[in-house]
């Protein structure tokens, strides 16, 4: 009983604060400077005067939304930068230690191995204990926050910090993985963030609607500063997290990632690493014939091969994920050793990238970055070994080795970073995948473009130029098209013109990166698809690519026909009854059994609440006091509300409380009042209600109130309803005929939550339009309706379930195709028709009550 | 009884119709090898089924999307690049003429003259002989369009051979008009169209749902293949055409846009005007140091002049077309002479481009296209003047003028181009705005690169290098600045990039575009958005940048409360009041007037219809005629099926509908008959059942109908019908007598066509949530209930009202920002629980006759 009414307690108190709050918010200007001014009067009274109208400019302005986008642009700029930074720095200094221990393989093997372990461990450790939110890519995660679905602790300091430090520790042991995912997890935090912190000058953030928007300009941003690249990030995250995007959003977007990429990029210049604003992977390849039209073929061909691979890369990723959990004893042992997992893999792959050993036919020395850069070289390694005129300098040494050439050193490093990188990025650390997989394509277009340098070794073109093949060209392409089918996306292309600051290649890209697509849909889900459904979170899949049945099935044939409905003159037997037969979240309410008109719907938590609070404890000992004291609630239903005020305004006993609750049935059935009868479970309407109800007599007669409480000695009557039913108790099997007489009365709805217009389809629309419909508006069910009638219910499960049957071809009835012809004559309207004569028809009889009788409608009361 | 029996043989025969074609559909294959193979027996057989199997096989992948989407690609590079090559012909010509002329003067400017007036007043006359549809940007017709708004001939083949012909000729005069927006419309045309061709092939293109699909990956081709700029293309067909992007279109958009700009340059290539696929206007700007980060100052000023320019532009496009409305003298003479605008025009701006004249100090004799080529050029040329190592080569020659500088002739290039767009792009001719506004963009960027350029002669880098300003790069993003100001769009900085083929300005580009869109938005709508205002077609305003109001401003402030409906227990005469009172297209149809609980919406023509039903002089002669003979209608009701097609087949005499109307109401009540009694009105629905009557019994039957008619003697029954009135006529009193009494019968909507789930809302939806779901499903209006009782409604007027309204700051009264507090706390709940109280206790009434009584609905039963 404490603990009930402390909660009362509680949100009573949050109102008034609330109240407060709004009060302070409506006037907030005109205090503070008054505050201020008394205790600066006298001394520079003009210049604070000024001071304060600049700030309150100020504030009125950090409501803006560019003022916000700027923020957050430049804020993870920053962060991007800090982070590049030390990463860099991380790398250094393992370089510096394999370099410093030369002399000793041994030694320069532990180095080697030790330091990605230790970081990865770390990493692995900080992020579980801090935040275990924060582990993988996020990209998932936004997905299905942006589709409206709230996942807890996604979006806080915890996770944000836990990630920041978690990636960098990962991504500085040079494991083949990527930065791009979690910063699109990133941003969004820091977004969220900043949006509360802002709130505070405002009430502009508090919007759901607003904060959406702003999430969705974050991701944005996510990619946008990770590379530089403002366009790219925009609609690479478009198309990683929406289905139905705002257009109104786009320029929310654009603003913020050129402002972040921008930031981004000054600070390389004013850290010396530039001389100017410039790509992050700039190439040069030539630009007045960047290719041939007879090498399309060969940019198609690595297209394709990509979609294979990718879906391969998917596949792989996914069964690592199921293989580790299946395995029960691998599992438990992991479980209790959490960190072992993460810093075994990473010693199996610092051990075989190790330079002198395996390492060195696989060019493992290089970062990512290095490896990247000399990569999109603009020169040709094939070649070398005809005329000898190019050497390998720098870093590009990493790729050449004196007992094997070029070919199988590319080779190597594709096969072995491909299995790494889907281990790697299993690991429980923030991690991307994005960047190995765009690594790994790098590195096959490059094989292709080595391979068909070597097979044309002067080009091509038949005219009398000769223009050489740019194995570099194909590196690009073979990126973009990897890592488009890896993650389904086609503005990998727009990211690759941005990285490598040349956009020369557009059709070749453009051409393999549509190629990967299409066959990567065709095999495998998206990356981030799949892990939606490894971690199980709520989501609807796509329509796949031109699936011509979805046209074709309707709502009628995928809705749960036999659903369980409350009525609006039911009996509590029968609350308790459909509480019993369904596990549906949402309840509709029906006008009557026999109509079904919809009304709108009710949580299943509410009908609970309902049920409790009629056989709550309290009611039985109601009632039991009234048989003994039959005038006794009327008498004190006079007294009883300016009590409650004086209770909640004196003190906060919650003795007092135990006297609240009796009497309130007394009132229940005054229909004049305006705020009556809370119920017990809906604690947060109880709250209001006695707001209000205290709020309008405050207003009125507070003086009053106060003498009346003096008066009253409100702790003495408590005392009494304390006692009361210590007094006189109710024997079990009264209890149990008491229950099932109030399991007979009709349900009082008045107290419940209702969502009056849950959203209704017809039986006749396609699952196209439906799933569309939901993914628009972020629907969890809808009811189906006809003129008005509920005829049966889609929730994601059915929708779900009718998408993947039908991608697969099984599971949903396909209509033929010319079903469609049907849509809008002869069977809709009849159904239609037919529904509704019988509305009209019950209409007629109540107009003849001597045919139908008035009792008629209870008939069929019960829910089915 | 004849109407209503010709309804439900209506339904049974298409029913009956359906199944055959899903009998069809079903087993296609079986059936027509058979009979093929029938009359080529024996002769190369296995042959012919191979073909066959081919053909099916084809006619099975027709379906799929990407052979749609391959073949529009297809279709709209040849045109394109076909127009391009007519267009080029035609400003070769020209050239040709004037340069052949250059001994006389007075020849050459007739030359100069002359050309361009036939041209553009062929054009417009053409246009408008054939479809006026085809006239202007077409990318405001398609925003509504793909809103949801049917615009009738706009997507039919007359239009598309109007706007192509029309376009060539407009473009080929060489007035400052652009190619982009009509080509959206064109490229929307020729998808529609090519869907109708396929759809020959399988039903898979009568969806809907599916051709906006393809009418928004058809904008993107015509984008797309008309600068070559795929990815632009998609992007910026988004932004001007869609509220809100199905990402599912997305890879459609990317596919065919690529797809088509790939065939557009290979045909150049092909047609040897370049060596391979390169950009349309390549640039050739240095990679290594593209710009300075000091110079982002000046690319800022570009952006926020660019604004300003854009918002002029838009602002004086809208004037002048105002203005030639506005004055009735000018419009009425203008209407009768339509020619002569156009004709007029052109000769104004043709005579101030005349080379030998004006056009001296404007590169007059530039087209368009080497207008740009030379904006972009590498080159500086206002250090001519310093080191005179630069010369005017080729075209470049034109902006060289011996008695002023180069910036003279640009800033006189800018101002008169600026003016001469606004007003040419208000010629009744195909046209766009884009291209002309891109080139003064370019020549503002160059004006400002220039000034640059002599202002620092050596750069402005610090460093030992020295990296000179390249005048182009600002030519470049004053192109992308002022084209984005005037659509409103960023997309036109990935134009920019694909058209030059240079991405290394993306940050000067990007910062300016969205500056000058910031500018633009706050000041004018778009170019677009101005068209469809002015032109007053359905459109909705977007919400503007961060205005917060739209968050507090909720549906119950701008929703219509008094609203007419129909109660399902009406009478005839209630909706007579309710057509009178209102001007609604849709009326809600509410169960009672107490109750208020919406069942659904019927169209205002449906009421009408069912109206006039009632009162038609056929019910009035039947009731007459039920007076004379009351058995007569219930003998003749069983041969009436097959009279009924007796009449269709033998003759077309309008007499029968006498006979074949007055039968109906004494059938009326009965309840299990499906579909009956169809309303006067629908006079379609009637057709397409006696159409599809007479096609599925000539089908199934076709002997015994044909037996049947001669049997029966057809003719001679409808002369006894005929004949039947004027025997027995009714006085005008007995008439007004009648009607009374009719219309004080209760209201059948067995008949009528009702809406089942029309969309609804809740009062506290916020307008900006409205906004999103208005733009979303393409509403038209919108129910307010509040659990399932109408309170009032909303329609796209009230909606466009408030937010232009709120916009304006006027007009709507705007909440104080923390008021969204209250949304699902207090002042809602009670609202909702008053409401629902109100509905309970009417049902707790419902069960205590004694109190209330079974008639107490009746009272409130006429429309308020």
């Avoid at 909660?7 to 108190?13: M, V």
């Avoid at 029960?328 to 190790?354: D, E, G, H, Y």
């Avoid at 013109?497 to 990166?513: K, N, R």
């Avoid at 009082?748 to 508006?777: C, G, N, R, W, Y």
Wanted: glycine fraction near 8%; aromatic fraction near 10%; charge should be positive.
């Amino acid at each position: 009983m404490y603990g009930r009414y402390t909660q009362d307690l509680g949100t009573f108190a949050k109102d008034e604060a609330a109240r407060l709050r709004l009060q302070e918010g409506d006037t907030p200007q005109p205090r503070r400077p008054s505050e201020l001014l008394e205790y600066t009067q006298g001394r520079c009274g003009p210049c604070r005067v000024c001071a304060l109208q600049c700030q309150r400019f100020l504030i009125a302005k950090v409501g803006e939304d560019w003022v916000f986008l700027i923020l957050l642009g430049l804020v993870m700029a920053l962060v991007s930068w800090a982070m590049d930074f030390a990463i860099a720095t991380c790398l250094q200094a393992q370089k510096w230690m394999y370099g410093g221990l030369d002399t000793n393989v041994l030694l320069q093997y532990m180095a080697w191995v030790t330091y990605p372990t230790v970081l990865i461990t770390f990493s692995a450790g900080f992020t579980q204990i801090l935040a275990p939110q924060a582990v993988g890519s996020g990209i998932p995660e936004m997905k299905t926050i942006l589709r409206g679905v709230v996942l807890k602790e996604y979006l806080t300091l915890k996770t944000f910090v836990a990630k920041v430090i978690g990636l960098t520790c990962a991504l500085g042991s040079g494991m083949p993985l990527g930065k791009e995912g979690p910063f699109v997890h990133i941003a969004s935090m820091c977004a969220a963030l900043l949006s509360r912190f802002l709130s505070l000058f405002g009430g502009f953030y508090e919007n759901e609607a607003r904060n959406i928007e702003m999430l969705a300009a974050a991701c944005a941003v996510g990619v946008g500063c990770c590379f530089a690249a403002p366009i790219g990030g925009v609609l690479f995250s478009i198309e990683v997290t929406s289905t139905f995007f705002a257009v109104r959003n786009y320029w929310r977007g654009f603003f913020a990632a050129t402002f972040s990429a921008f930031i981004f990029r000054v600070l390389a210049v004013w850290n010396k690493d530039e001389e100017t604003i410039t790509a992050l992977f700039k190439t040069r390849f030539r630009l007045d014939f960047p290719f041939d039209l007879q090498e399309l073929p060969a940019f198609a061909v690595i297209g394709i091969a990509s979609g294979f691979g990718g879906a391969l890369f998917v596949y792989l990723n996914r069964k690592i994920v199921q293989f580790m959990r299946r395995q029960k004893a691998i599992n438990r042992f992991l479980m209790k050793k959490r960190l072992l997992f993460p810093a075994l893999v990473t010693l199996i792959i610092s051990t075989l990238t190790f330079p002198p050993g395996f390492g060195q036919f696989m060019a493992g020395q290089l970062t990512q970055k290095d490896t990247l850069v000399t990569l999109f070289d603009n020169q040709t390694w094939a070649k070398q070994g005809i005329n000898d005129e190019f050497e390998y300098l720098g870093i590009l040494e990493a790729w050449l080795h004196p007992r094997s050439n070029v070919f199988i050193t590319l080779v190597v490093f594709i096969l072995m970073k491909f299995w790494m990188s889907a281990l790697a990025t299993t690991i429980p650390v923030p991690c991307g995948a994005f960047m190995p997989v765009f690594v790994i394509g790098a590195a096959f277009g490059r094989l292709v473009g080595e391979s068909m340098a070597a097979w044309f070794p002067d080009g091509i073109h038949t005219d009398s130029n000769i223009y050489r093949i740019v194995p570099g060209g194909y590196a690009v392409v073979g990126a973009a098209a990897l890592s488009g089918a890896v993650t389904h996306t086609v503005s990998t292309a727009v990211i690759v013109f941005e990285l490598t600051g040349q956009i020369s290649h557009i059709l070749p890209v453009m051409i393999a990166v549509i190629l990967a697509n299409a066959v990567a849909q065709s095999l495998q889900p998206s990356l981030y698809d799949s892990i939606i459904r490894i971690k199980k979170l709520p989501y609807l899949p796509e329509l796949g690519w031109g699936h011509h049945e979805k046209y074709n099935v309707r709502v009628e044939d995928i809705m749960v026909r036999d659903i369980r409905y409350v009525t609006l003159n039911c009996k509590y037997r029968d609350l308790q009854q459909v509480l019993h037969s369904t596990k549906m979240k949402n309840l509709p309410l029906v006008e009557s059994a026999e109509s079904m008109i919809l009304l709108g719907s009710i949580e299943r938590a509410q009908v609970g609440a309902l049920l409790s609070t009629q056989l709550s404890p309290q009611r039985r000992l109601l009632t039991l006091r009234q048989k003994v004291l039959p005038e006794d609630g009327h008498r004190l239903s006079d007294s009883s509300i300016r009590f409650q005020i004086s209770t909640e305004t004196s003190s906060g006993a919650p003795a007092r409380a135990a006297l609240r609750k009796p009497l309130k049935p007394a009132l229940k059935r005054v229909p004049s009042s305006p705020a009556d009868s809370p119920p017990a479970g809906s604690t947060d309407h109880t709250g209001i209600a006695l707001k209000s109800l205290f709020c309008a007599n405050a207003a009125t007669e507070p003086t009053e109130v106060r003498a009346c409480v003096r008066r009253m000695g409100g702790p003495l009557l408590a005392l009494v309803g304390r006692l009361y039913p210590l007094l006189c108790p109710m024997a079990p099997p009264q209890i149990l005929d008491w229950e099932e007489q109030q399991l007979d009365q009709l349900v009082d709805f008045s107290s419940a939550k209702i969502d009056p217009a849950p959203f209704q389809l017809v039986e006749h629309t396609s699952l196209h339009k439906t799933h569309t419909i939901f993914s628009l508006l972020g629907l969890d069910h809808a009811f189906v309706t006809s003129i008005g009638r509920l005829v049966g219910m889609v929730s994601l499960k059915e929708l779900r379930k009718a998408i993947e049957g039908s991608l697969t071809g099984k599971g949903v009835k396909v209509r033929p195709p010319l079903a469609s012809f049907r849509d809008s004559t002869a069977s809709s309207s009849e159904a239609d028709t037919t529904a509704l004569r019988q509305l009209w028809d019950r209409h007629q009889h109540h107009h003849m009550p001597r045919e139908a009788g008035p009792g008629g409608d209870e008939d069929d009361d019960t829910p089915k």
